[in-house]
């Protein structure tokens, strides 16, 4: 029976690679380091905008990138008010937050996801590698060729 193939795989663990696949596909690294407003001017022209979370698979899928990567790393959310790059409403209760944040005084209007596994607000103006959504719906494979192949171009600065 078909069902013998898989005898020793959860069904969970199929939902999962199947989960990191498609969130590979859905974000791209980019690992040149910019300020966020420039980094939202990258991904604006080259792809679609800043990241952007809708889930908590996504909130988790992020951070363990930045863990990954060893760096904190922008995403599309800023401040005043709190809404996405694309400017899309945001529910704050959907990000997890390090403890203390977001720091509500300061010049911190624009949000990282961080080497902890959550996310901070800090100053638009720091340098990070960021991630764009790829926006691969209804484009052709040479299309998606492209960018992975000008994504790997980029160095770390």
């Not at 859905?26 to 690992?31: C, D, I, M, P, Y």
């Not at 103006?125 to 494979?141: A, I, K, V």
Request: proline residues 3%; negative net charge.
């Amino acid at each position: 029976m078909a069902l013998h193939i898989f005898k020793n795989v959860s069904l969970s663990d199929l939902l999962l690679t199947d989960t990191q696949d498609t969130l590979q596909d859905k974000f791209l690294q980019v690992e040149l380091s910019m300020n966020w407003h420039d980094a939202q001017i990258y991904c604006r022209t080259h792809y679609v905008d800043l990241a952007a979370i809708t889930d908590d698979t996504e909130n988790t899928f992020l951070t363990n990138m930045a863990i990954n990567l060893g760096a904190d790393i922008w995403i599309g959310l800023h401040k005043i008010p709190w809404q996405w790059s694309d400017e899309s409403s945001v529910s704050l209760s959907s990000v997890k937050w390090e403890f203390g944040q977001p720091n509500v005084n300061g010049n911190e209007d624009c949000v990282k996801a961080s080497t902890e596994g959550l996310m901070a607000d800090d100053s638009c103006s720091t340098p990070l590698p960021f991630y764009c959504p790829s926006n691969l719906t209804g484009r052709s494979s040479s299309s998606r060729k492209h960018k992975k192949t000008h994504k790997r171009r980029h160095v770390r600065s």
